[in-house]
């Protein structure tokens, strides 16, 4: 195929008339060992880059997948690459689309210039790569040719290969035979480029090309996807050992520091033999620890440190630490070696970070592995012989009988909890408490647990607690109400109520500008915005700094509202003196109120397991304590305070609830022991049964000293003091808990909520009247009272209507409650509580809320969020909430299942805030909202703000455009 040549920035010859270039005269680049193995794809014409990743996502998918142990510690990164020229905008799409050239002329005599599409690849060369391979597209494809004709003239580096799928030539672009392998993805009935011209474009262009053929129209399609797969990868450069300056061999130590350099060859000197530099890549280190005094013979597993040195040791980091060989030296106790080599690693690793920080430290570091060793040897092969072992080697009756006595240490995992071994019963009791106390230490020093699912969240709250403890109460109060059947007896509820109720979060419209109360705001460029309208309304309780009762302890007590906090949005009949710093909005959440615990639920009393399985669809537990201390375990009612006898305290109550969690899932898991000690990959499955997934257990396993690297192998020596130690742990992240201490109306509720706080300093605690929120609200309704929840006051209405209607000993009734509510719960806390309850409930484990917008400029929420609603949809009117480890892909995903968007995505843009600074200083000058383009893999929680706008283009029959002639002016 001859074509005219049009002159441009770079001079093309024919291909034909000359001798083709050969790829071995193009210079290499040289890789390392870290480097990705990056490809280069381009898009077709009407396309973009994501719109081609997203076509193309499942060859990127696979490469990724299939590259590992083709390649060494090289992973396969794909780059998509836009075009230099955008199309106009098409009816329907929301982001105009792109072409690598421009077609000028006639028809029959038609040119375009090449220069930009070589340019913008040149660039992308310089930018993102070198890159091992290309893969092109229709369009693509030409400029593909043109670039790579242009890089083998000037003999500029190039990729290895190339694929072509739906090939065209670049007009005017004389042919150029190009020496490397290429595969040609061609559709049989592809309608938009005829089949024979994708093979003439092959054969003009590549020296030996492979041609695969697929029945399909003008895409590459799946059907390829092996010999695509198989082409690529036998394509992409390895590593090799006897590459030139391969760093791995044993041999070259060039690449090691000379500080370094100069400790190995003392330690070689010190050790001979017993010392061996394992790699250079990493610098690895072996050094066996032979002259052991452990009371008995050599054997031939003589136990070993490696060691592995960073660049920057010893100077930043210290290096890092593994034992080996200790199987043999614990004898017929082999099984206990996980746990030792466990033990030593953590000892030595102290060691090198607190004793030996900035030093060379290997010789100290080795001395410190013979010493700890011959100290602990003996312990540890007494640890998993047990008590009969002990015995057998004891020297007299005393010892004998001594060793004999069970500890918490050998406590078998399938030990009854509650048997007729009162021993054991107690030394469960004592591995679950010291397990657990260590679980929350651990927790309140950590952040938030993380969730390692993505997508829209469907938030629950559960609440447990014994029965009476005012639960159903709280649940009505929480979701207005009154689906909880209230009395006051045990097990008023028998089947799980679940309901909708409300917690806190900060409004964006706080720092973007747009008001609840005027369309205005400090931001001058947003004062046309209208104002903010959240669906579920504002929250009527903001801004809570603290309780103003002196006599609650503030630390870990949740703030209630206090009266002088501010103005409800949007509400000009109360006027406090300071309005809040930011306002907060209400989002929905479930709330599941299961049955009373009883103690010994876990084994079936009371309502048994049934009822702790209910707890499973929550992500956070609220514990309801009965405040007033006036009920027993079982929740009978006991007259007179908590310290009459029979009735329990909420300090107690709070022990033995959280100890039929942990017996339930330990007894589960004890009562498969012998299958898991055979199968230690199955000890994980015996926790994600639990609505979690297995980042949940490893973190637990982490909390409770344990790596994935060895935990297999020590699984099958645990005994309960480690399994109590792992369930402690899951708890604490699987099911975080808030302490709300009820009834805080009642007398002696102050003293219960002291008592508790001091108890129980990890855990958050909240203080809550359920019964005064509920009474309140519904007498504010019937017009009988007026209450402010916002100032925290209430006044009857004497002269209204409602009150009229009541008979007088309904009067006198509730106004004897609203001033006895005044003085119990107004006056000392500011509010009820509830609406904070709820709110740190959730901040134990906070979901990300997203405000999808149709436009950053007028903040309106997407209509299909509020498509129940036969109102156009307000600013900033709806929210979703997402799991934390969510995408922008995953909030696209979730708003196209909704039927919000349609179409392929795009582009996505975020409201960020950024601060601004003085003139010539350095010195804050204030902040300002602006927009921000995100990534299709950017986390959502990466912008606090949460305002998203997703762009998409609806898609393109490319089978219905025919290519057979010089494409369109454009």
Known sequence: MQRSIVPFKYALTSARSQKSLKARNVPNHSFTMLDPAKILFLHGKQQDAEIFSQRI??????????????????????????????????????????????????????????????????????????????????????????WLKHRFLERMETPNFAVCGSAVHPLTCEPFLLDMPSLHIIGENDTAVAPSRSQAFAEDWFVDPKIHLHPGRHQIATSVSQPLLDFILQHVPRHTADTEGDCTKKGDCSTVPEHQSDELES??????????????????VKIQLRD???????????????????????????????????????????????????????????????????????????????????????????????????????????????????????????????????????????????ATTQ???????????????????????????????????????????????????????????????FFATPCPSHHIGASAASSGGSDSARAAIAPVTPVDGWCPVDAATGP???????????????????????????????????????????????????PGAYMGLGCGNAFLNDLLDADVLVHVLDGSGTTDRGGVAVDGAGTKDGAS?????????????????????????????????KFLAMFTGYHCREDVVVEALRRAGYTMRTVFDEIPAFGAREVHRVVANFLCIRFPMLLLLNKMDKAGSIENINKTQHAHPTHPIAVVSAKAELDLTAWHNAGIVQFDQVCGQVHVETEGAAWESLAADKRARVQAAVDAYRTTVLSPFGSTGIMEAISAAVHLKPPVVVYPVVSLDTLQSVPMLAATSKTKP?????????????????????????????????????????????????????????????????????YPLGVFCIMTNRKVAWQHQHHSGPPPKS
Not at 107 to 126: G, K, Q, R, V, Y
Not at 652 to 666: F, G, K, Q, T
């Open 57 to 146: 996502a499942w060859l990127v998918k696979k490469l990724q997948r299939n590259s590992t142990g083709l390649l060494v510690d090289r992973p396969i990164q794909c780059v998509f690459v836009d075009a230099p020229f955008t199309l106009p905008l098409r009816e329907g799409d929301s982001v105009p689309m792109r072409t690598w050239a421009v077609y000028q002329g006639s028809s029959e005599s038609p040119h375009c210039d090449w220069s930009p599409a070589i340019a913008a690849i040149d660039s992308a060369w310089e930018n993102q790569g070198p890159f091992v391979g290309l893969v092109a597209f229709s369009q693509g494809n030409a400029a593909a040719a043109a």
């Open 267 to 284: 330690l070689e000197a010190i050790f001979a033999s017993d010392f061996e530099i394992v790699s250079y890549a990493p610098l690895l």
């Open 292 to 434: 052991l005094d452990l009371g008995d013979e050599v054997t031939s597993d003589e136990p070993a440190l490696l060691f592995t040195l960073p660049a920057t040791y010893p100077e930043s980091d210290a290096p890092l630490i593994r034992v080996e060989g200790l199987t043999a030296l614990l004898q017929q106790n082999a099984r206990t070696a996980p746990v030792m080599q466990r033990h030593m690693q953590e000892h030595l690793v102290r060691c090198a970070g607190d004793d030996y920080a900035g030093a060379e430290a290997l010789f100290q570091l080795v001395e410190e592995g013979k010493s700890w060793l011959q100290e602990h040897i003996s312990e540890y092969r007494s640890l998993s012989a047990g008590p009969a072992a002990s015995t057998a080697r004891a020297g007299t009756a005393e010892d004998s009988a001594e060793s004999a006595r069970p500890t918490a240490a050998s406590l078998p995992v399938q030990a009854d909890l509650n048997g007729d071994d009162p021993t054991a019963t107690a030394l469960h009791r004592e591995c679950m408490e010291a």
């Open 439 to 501: 679980a929350l230490l651990e927790a309140a020093r950590a952040p938030p647990p993380s969730v390692s699912k993505r997508g829209v969240w469907d938030y629950c709250v559960g609440l447990v607690g014994k029965p009476s403890a005012g639960k159903s109460t709280f649940f009505n109060a929480v979701t207005k109400s009154n689906q909880a059947k209230m009395a006051a007896y045990p097990f008023t509820t028998i089947d799980a109520n679940v309901g909708m109720g």
């Open 548 to 598: 103003a009762h002196t006599q609650v302890p503030k630390r870990n007590v949740v703030a209630v509202a206090s009266p002088d906090n501010g103005t409800r949005h949007g509400d000009t009949a109360h006027k406090c003196p300071t309005p809040p710093r930011c306002r907060r909005r209400l989002q929905r959440t479930r709330i599941k109120d299961v049955a009373g615990l009883v």
């Open 649 to 681: 305290d909420p300090a107690s109550d709070v022990a033995w609830i959280r100890d039929e969690l942990h017996y339930w899932v330990y007894s589960n898991v004890a009562a498969k022991w012998d299958a898991i000690r055979s199968r230690p990959h």
């Open 874 to 942: 307000g600013v900033l009117s709806e929210s979703v909430l997402m799991y934390p480890g969510s995408t922008v892909e995953d909030l696209y995903v979730a708003l196209k299942n909704r039927g919000a968007v349609t179409g392929d995505f795009v582009r996505a843009e975020a409201l960020v805030v950024v601060a601004d600074r003085a003139p010539d200083s350095a010195a804050f000058a204030g902040e300002h909202v602006a927009k921000h383009p995100v990534r299709k893999d950017d986390t959502l929680s990466s």
